[in-house]
């Protein structure tokens, strides 16, 4: 799979209709604190950052890339996927999300690879689709295999 | 010719659109020397492109370059947008491509 940093265990389908923005951010990037990729204050980096500077995290219709600045509790580049089966609002309803994607980066160059490969499969307007469908983590993961 | 990709920590989408564009120019076949970048709002300057790209939630932040050189991407993972603006501006400059 291109995007192999996305497995069963970083990949999470979850129904969606309880979760504000920041829980959404902050349960798409669990995976990442319990492997030990990123700590919490990564997350909360995340978070803040779209709160001082708006949803410019909502890189197309219905998908955030959530991410920060690296630092030091980013122990190595990471990807993980939170997909609501409803839309949960990014800051305002102008910004409705299905798919959140959590990145953590360590430097400027080294998850250059993981946005490319992110890249395309979100150009391609099927997968994204189908990602935007999918209900469970297996459909998620097929699709990224594509 | 230089083409920027902005965004807000200048780490991750501005580097997806500079991607995006470069496979959109081999893919229109264009043959000149066109540079394409990326880099945080906050930095840039109007000297720095003859072009930026950047999504809407930042049009405030660039509101320093001028308006004319800015191209709004409503989607950062739209083709055919980004194909269509792209393109506009190959045609205005009189680059040719496919």
Redesign the interface.
Known sequence: MALDLLTKKTVQVQDGNDLDWQTAIKTAAQPLVDNGTVGDDYVQAMID?VEK?????????E?A?A???PRASVKRVGLSLLKTNSEVNLVTKDHPVKLWFV?A?TD?NS??GV??Q??QV??D?DR?KKLLAATSTDEILDVLKG | MKFEAL???????S??VQ??IQNLLNQENVKENIEVTHSDVGSATAADADYFFL?P??ETAAAGLPEDKVIILK?????NELKEKVNAILDKEGIAHD
């Not at chain 2, 965004?7 to 989408?13: A, E, K, P, T, Y």
């Not at chain 2, 989607?75 to 083709?79: E, N």
């Open positions: 950052v500077q708006g949803p410019y995290i909502n890189i197309g219709p998908i890339l991410h920060s600045r990145l980066a400027s998850h250059l946005i490319q992110l890249s979100l150009m307007s994204t | 965004c807000q920590s200048g780490l991750g989408s580097f997806m991607m995006n999504d939630t930042l989607s950062l993972v739209d083709a």
